[in-house]
């Protein structure tokens, strides 16, 4: 059974600030998880979801989601899940956005997450700045090496970040190699 929410009127300075920042959270994962079916789902899935938004038809947009490749998951999860579930693909990704985000420290929490489900996906973080209008994208070396040839795997654990918008041009450019090996 869900639990009713106060209106916000009812709740504190401190409560409602913890409200807002979650709702952005959100937000941002389902504008990643939007760009993310761009890139994984196929275009006649993509276009009845359009529809269903400009006909404002939340149900079907709803039903639609579920046979996405691309899934937001459920917080309360937490290590059990990425942030966003890419049905059959070798990427974990994490996200992360507000005021001092530590890219580096989430990449690290996201290895930590792998290993404890014994996962093959390597991670991804995505990051948003309180303030910036890029998105960058932080991984390992080799998640990048591997991204960008993905038959000639490189061992290196130095840490690398690129602008969230050359993510989406590799990750269209190789989503055909996307296959668990």
């Given at each position: 059974?869900?639990?009713?929410?106060?209106?916000?009127?009812?709740?504190?300075?401190?409560a409602?600030?913890g409200?807002?920042?979650?709702?952005?959270?959100?937000?941002?994962?389902?504008?990643i998880?939007?760009?993310l079916?761009?890139?994984?789902d196929?275009k006649p899935?993509?276009?009845k979801?359009?529809?269903a938004?400009?006909?404002?038809?939340?149900?079907?947009?709803?039903?639609?989601?579920?046979?996405?490749r691309?899934r937001?998951?459920?917080q309360?999860?937490?290590?059990?899940?990425?942030?966003?579930?890419?049905?059959n693909?070798p990427w974990?990704?994490?996200?992360?956005?507000?005021?001092?985000?530590?890219p580096?420290?989430k990449?690290?929490?996201?290895?930590?997450?792998v290993?404890?489900?014994?996962?093959?996906?390597?991670?991804i973080?995505?990051t948003?700045?309180k303030?910036a209008k890029?998105i960058?994208a932080t991984?390992?070396f080799?998640t990048?090496?591997?991204?960008?040839?993905p038959?000639?795997?490189t061992?290196?654990?130095?840490?690398v970040q690129?602008d969230?918008?050359?993510?989406l041009?590799?990750?269209?450019?190789?989503r055909?190699?996307d296959?668990?090996?």
């Amino acid at each position: 059974m869900a639990r009713a929410r106060k209106p916000a009127a009812a709740l504190s300075t401190r409560a409602r600030a913890g409200r807002r920042a979650r709702e952005k959270g959100r937000e941002f994962e389902e504008d990643i998880a939007r760009d993310l079916r761009e890139v994984y789902d196929s275009k006649p899935l993509l276009q009845k979801m359009k529809m269903a938004l400009a006909k404002k038809d939340r149900k079907l947009h709803r039903e639609l989601q579920k046979t996405s490749r691309v899934r937001r998951t459920r917080q309360a999860d937490g290590a059990v899940q990425s942030d966003l579930n890419v049905t059959n693909c070798p990427w974990w990704f994490e996200l992360s956005t507000g005021k001092n985000v530590n890219p580096t420290n989430k990449l690290h929490q996201a290895e930590g997450d792998v290993a404890m489900v014994d996962s093959a996906r390597r991670p991804i973080v995505i990051t948003r700045e309180k303030g910036a209008k890029s998105i960058r994208a932080t991984m390992r070396f080799t998640t990048l090496h591997r991204l960008l040839n993905p038959d000639n795997p490189t061992p290196s654990m130095v840490v690398v970040q690129i602008d969230y918008q050359d993510l989406l041009k590799q990750l269209r450019a190789t989503r055909d190699n996307d296959a668990y090996e």
